[in-house]
């Protein structure tokens, strides 16, 4: 049985090991011996975003994650729901279905963008999304909506039916290095409010690191879980994937307890 802590839980995106093996072909580094590691070290998830070009994470790497997660941690599939099969890859539903992941986080990214940049516009895609909601919740899994956190339309991702909102924190992130983060911390604290309010739960991600992640959990403490890939990545390679894990586990836990 998977354990939950009463803290924030931290999923680890591991995209990026993906990436630096396909840049070079065959199996280094080892998405399995990561995945291992931080597992080993004590986050609360894995969390995994493929795309139809398969840059990083590919079909058959979901699969094996699915595996080593079960009955251990978490495991999240985040990815576009409106994008078509293309050749191996079978489309976020075909995946979810395969793997039946704890939570699968819907995120409006295309091709053209390096990484996931905004969130749903549910005024929009309202009407494509209900379905698709259902349709993942019949498979078990718990359903998040990646949300800009001054979405006019928020609100909505309840009526829609989904548990939870992931609140996209690339501007609180880009602040917090500029020095001036007061004005996107209230934008995260806020949304974080409405949400809680229609009966929400609240994941964030997107550039998180060891220095804006705990004035953002002391903001908003209510937040469920932090996906963070990139910037663990980074330190981890000159901290190592293990103490870097740690790292994180503690200002989440320094958060909380003040």
């Known amino acids: 049985?998977?354990?939950?802590?009463?803290?924030?839980?931290?999923?680890?995106?591991?995209n990026k090991i993906a990436v630096l093996r396909n840049s070079r072909g065959g199996l280094r580094p080892d998405l399995r011996r990561?995945?291992?590691t931080v597992i080993a070290a004590g986050c609360g998830g894995i969390t995994v975003h493929p795309?139809?070009?398969?840059?990083?994470?590919?079909?058959?790497?979901?699969?094996?994650?699915?595996?080593?997660?079960?009955?251990?941690?978490e495991f999240?599939?985040?990815?576009?729901?409106?994008?078509?099969?293309?050749?191996?890859?079978?489309?976020?539903?075909?995946?979810?279905?395969?793997?039946?992941?704890?939570?699968?986080?819907?995120?409006?990214?295309?091709?053209?963008?390096?990484?996931?940049?905004?969130?749903?516009?549910?005024?929009?895609?309202?009407?494509?999304?209900?379905?698709?909601?259902?349709?993942?919740?019949?498979?078990?899994?718990?359903?998040?909506?990646?949300?800009?956190?001054?979405?006019?339309?928020?609100?909505?991702?309840?009526?829609?039916?989904?548990?939870?909102?992931e609140l996209y924190t690339g501007p609180y992130a880009e602040a917090h290095a500029a020095g001036d983060a007061s004005r996107e911390l209230a934008l995260c604290v806020e949304a974080t409010r409405r949400a809680l309010a229609v009966g929400l739960s609240v994941n964030a991600g997107h550039d998180l690191d060891q220095a804006n992640l705990g004035p953002l959990l002391r903001a908003a403490p209510a937040i469920s879980e932090v996906s963070i890939g990139h910037a663990l990545i980074?330190?981890?390679?000159?901290?190592g994937l293990d103490a870097t894990v740690a790292g994180y586990l503690r200002v989440i836990a320094a958060a909380h307890d003040q």
Do not use: W
């Open 76 to 165: 999240n599939i985040e990815g576009n729901p409106f994008a078509p099969a293309r050749g191996e890859y079978p489309g976020l539903f075909a995946l979810v279905e395969q793997t039946r992941p704890e939570q699968v986080t819907l995120v409006p990214d295309g091709d053209g963008q390096l990484t996931s940049d905004h969130g749903f516009d549910l005024d929009r895609d309202a009407d494509r999304l209900a379905p698709l909601i259902a349709a993942f919740k019949g498979l078990g899994c718990r359903v998040s909506l990646f949300m800009d956190c001054d979405a006019p339309s928020l609100e909505r991702a309840a009526q829609l039916g989904a548990s939870r909102i």
């Open 51 to 73: 795309r139809p070009d398969q840059r990083h994470i590919r079909p058959q790497d979901v699969l094996l994650l699915a595996g080593l997660c079960r009955d251990r941690v």
């Open 1 to 14: 049985m998977i354990m939950h802590t009463p803290h924030t839980v931290l999923s680890i995106n591991l």
């Open 234 to 239: 980074d330190e981890a390679l000159y901290a």
């Open 34 to 36: 990561a995945a291992e």
